[in-house]
Structures are given as structure tokens and as C-alpha cells.
């Protein structure tokens, strides 16, 4: 019997048992800090590991349920945008379903996300502004409708706009999270378009709906300040939802100045309690380099958004030390080799000659 997401299949979109998917997506751990709470005065931290789902994020809860749904309606190919996560768990999931993908990538998506897309076979196309200029995408998006209508094929873009069924298989979290910490109080969650943010939302409202729980933690909307198309309206600093005509955030995948899922958040944040933070992208950075070296979490930046996040909340008083705190961590450190010459290139690593040469440099290093 399938796992994973399909644990949860009377909570998600229903696919006959013929067409499902999985790779060992989803029943990612839930780990509890060892060192970064403790500093900050948080007696009951996790994190969410999403960075250890098959093709390296969260998106693959998003690819098994798209990909199942795109077999179950007969269609032979799989039309997508990424800047990177999406594009390969689209891939693999398609090549594990012997689907053709064809993928159009965000104008400037990190090498090692593209390759990774390219290794499991999918078509790639990457064109000039799409993803940072908003009329551009908007432009892209149109034309890939129209085209997978004409021929067929499955549109797959992780958003509710665009993949309303496939982006159920991202409330799994949700109900993850709720089965495991039944008393979870605060979720941190990094926002580009908020299709991942809707899916929490989303996700805590069906299970507590369907399982008659009280369980209502605040679900923290954590962008960077360089695409604050959400973040703000969260916390109530802007009542409607503004296009950016540029994103300026460098975190990769975050880079969304469309207002994808907006106006269906707005619908859904009063069933939720919701809130919104906006961090810098230096400050991204530094989550990053603190998860590894502290906690032993290897991640992309955008996985370490969500802990910017509650640093900045935990800074304003926002955060009871003694309930439990989730920060999401939605992807893998492998998927963006540029962003990890920040924290350490070739020239970091020290090169000896001699035996007596590297018991001296051991010496340094244990004693210093």
C-alpha cells in the first residue's frame, strides 16, 4: 500500500488507486532544535524537513497528486513553469509515470535546480524576464493555458490559480504537522506566490474540520522584503494586494511579483488566524548558514525564510516560549550551489603537503 500522501487520500482529491504516484514523498520528520531554541528562549521548536523529500522539496507532495491526476484524465504530457523545485519534481514524478514534461523556466533559475530537471528528462526552455517581470509572466502563463488547452496536455504551475488539484497534495503538511504536535501554537511558512501559504491555511482548516479538533496555531506568512505581495496584508499594514512590476528578493523561488494565490487567501484567512513578516535577504542568508552549522540542517535560502521569520517575531514578543513553533523547511541545500559560495567556496578549504604539515594544521584546528 501507497504512503506518503496518500495517507491522507480521503482529505485530498480522489485518484483511483491505478494512477497514484509516489517516490516517498511526504512523512518528512519533524525535528525538534537542539541548539537554536535553546538560544533563543524556545523551550519547543521544530523543524519540518521538506528539504528530505525525493527530489529535494516540498513540491513533490504537489508533483504525486498532479501527476496521478494527469494519468487518471488520459492526458500524455505535463506543460509547467518553474524557477527550479517545481520543474523537478514535475520531472521526476512524470518520468516515474512515463509522461513527457516540458518545462518554461523562470529567467535566471539556479543551474543546479535546471540540471537536476534536465537529468530526469524533461524539456527545458528559460525565457528573458519571466518570473521577475510581472506583465511578462502574466504573459507566459496565458500562453501555456492556451496551448495546453489546444493540445491536451496538463497544466501543471504550483498555485491554486492554476493547480487546484495538485496543490492538495502540499496540505499534507498541514495535516502532518497536526497529527504529530497536537498542540502546535505557531507555523512559519516562506511565501512567493502562497500557494504554500494557502496550503497550510487550507490544510489546518480541513483537519480541523474533519477530525472536530480546537487546533487553530497562527500561520505566519514570512516573505522576503524584496516581494511583499502578501506578507503585508497578513498583517494587516495593507488591505488589498498589489502586483510588484519587479521582484528584487535574490532568494530563488521566492521570486514571484504576480499575485498568484492572493485574493484566494484573503478568502480563506477568516477561518485561520494569519499573520505576516517581511525579512531581508541578508538576514535569509544568515538562517541559512545558522541551520547547518547549528542545527545541522542543510538547506536552500529559501528554506531558511521561515526561521528569518520567527526570529523577527520572537524579537517582538510574538512568540510564547513554552508552546510548540514550526518553521518549514521546503528545500535542499544541493539545489542552489550559488547561494552556498556564500557561506563557503574551494578557497575556504585549506591544502597541505605533508603528513607533518597536516598534523600541525589538526592541531590548530582542535586547540583553536
Not at 510581472?134 to 488547452?149: F, H, N, P, Q
Amino acid at each position: 500500500m501507497l504512503k506518503g500522501i496518500w495517507t491522507y487520500r480521503e482529505l485530498i482529491h480522489p485518484i483511483a488507486p491505478e494512477f497514484q504516484v509516489a517516490l516517498g514523498e511526504g512523512n518528512t520528520p519533524l525535528v525538534k532544535a537542539r541548539n537554536i531554541g535553546n538560544k533563543i528562549g524556545l523551550e519547543n521548536l521544530y523543524f519540518k524537513l521538506e528539504n528530505l523529500n525525493p527530489s529535494g522539496s516540498y513540491k513533490d507532495r504537489f508533483a504525486a497528486l498532479a501527476v496521478a491526476n494527469c494519468l487518471q484524465q488520459g492526458k500524455k504530457a505535463i506543460l509547467a513553469t518553474s524557477s527550479g523545485n517545481t520543474g523537478a519534481a514535475l520531472a521526476a514524478y512524470a518520468a516515474a509515470a512515463g509522461l513527457k514534461c516540458i518545462i518554461c523556466l523562470v529567467d535566471g533559475a539556479p543551474f543546479g535546480k535546471v540540471q537536476q530537471m534536465g537529468v530526469y528528462g524533461a524539456e527545458l526552455l528559460m525565457i528573458k524576464d519571466f518570473g521577475i517581470s510581472d506583465s511578462c509572466t502574466i504573459e507566459v502563463m496565458e500562453t501555456l493555458r492556451e496551448l495546453a488547452t489546444e493540445h491536451d496536455s496538463s497544466l501543471e504551475i504550483s498555485a491554486y490559480k492554476f493547480s487546484p488539484i495538485g496543490m492538495q497534495g502540499v496540505q499534507t503538511i498541514a495535516f502532518e504537522i497536526a497529527e504529530e504536535l497536537e498542540d502546535v501554537d505557531q507555523v512559519f511558512v516562506p511565501a512567493g506566490g502562497g500557494g504554500l501559504y494557502l496550503s497550510i491555511l487550507r490544510g489546518f482548516a480541513k483537519w480541523k474540520a474533519h477530525k472536530q479538533s480546537g487546533l487553530n496555531p497562527t500561520i505566519h506568512c514570512v516573505q522576503p522584503e524584496g516581494n511583499d505581495t502578501i506578507a503585508s496584508l497578513m498583517n494587516r499594514s495593507r488591505k488589498e494586494p498589489v502586483a510588484l512590476p519587479t521582484s528584487t528578493t535574490k532568494i530563488s523561488g521566492l521570486q514571484v511579483s504576480s499575485l498568484l494565490d492572493a485574493e484566494a487567501i484573503m478568502e480563506q484567512t477568516p477561518f485561520n488566524d494569519t499573520d505576516g513578516i517581511l525579512v531581508s535577504d541578508e538576514e535569509v542568508f544568515y538562517y541559512q548558514k545558522l541551520l547547518a552549522q547549528e542545527e545541522g540542517i542543510y538547506c536552500e535560502p529559501a528554506g531558511a525564510v521561515a526561521l528569518a521569520g520567527l526570529m523577527a517575531a520572537a524579537s517582538l514578543g510574538k512568540v510564547d516560549p513554552k508552546k510548540p513553533v514550526v518553521c518549514l523547511v521546503t528545500g535542499h541545500g544541493f539545489k542552489d550551489q550559488q547561494a552556498l559560495n556564500k557561506i563557503y567556496t574551494q578557497q575556504d578549504c585549506r591544502y597541505v603537503d605533508t603528513v607533518k604539515q597536516t598534523k600541525e594544521e589538526l592541531v590548530k584546528k582542535i586547540y583553536k
